[in-house]
């Protein structure tokens, strides 16, 4: 059974950071593209940043470049989300996914492209 857990999340104040936590378990995390995603109430779950499987190419949405990193740590099976120069509009419920993306041009910001998904952590950024 695969098992994303994320945590990290909180409430912060705009300019602050933050790190997320993604603990993987029941898939081969060398094999798995992990994404993160974010869902702010009324509206739809939105691209934040992926890490292809490889560990060799990473994308952002263009909201977040620059100011997000994503990470991934082989040996712990853990994925992180590091949000730096936070903004009100940041505030969201962060999701942890994760899928082999055989077609990663195509499917890296798509979230019927990942099949195992975490339960969200709460992100609130204060003006």
């Known amino acids: 059974q695969v098992t994303l857990v994320e945590s990290g999340g909180g409430l912060v104040q705009t300019g602050e950071s933050l790190r997320l936590s993604c603990a993987a378990s029941g898939l081969t995390f060398r094999n798995s593209t992990m994404a993160w995603f974010r869902q702010a109430p009324g509206k739809d779950r939105e691209f934040v940043g992926a890490?292809?499987?490889?560990?060799?190419?990473?994308r952002y949405a263009a909201s977040v470049k620059g100011r997000f990193t994503i990470s991934r740590d082989k040996v712990n099976n853990m994925a992180s989300l590091q949000m730096n120069k936070l903004k009100p509009e940041d505030t969201a419920v962060y999701y942890c996914a994760a899928d082999f993306t055989r077609f990663w041009d195509f499917e890296y910001a798509s979230p019927p492209a990942y099949s195992y998904w975490g339960q969200g952590t709460q992100v609130t950024v204060s003006s």
């Open positions: 890490s292809h499987w490889t560990g060799m190419d990473t």
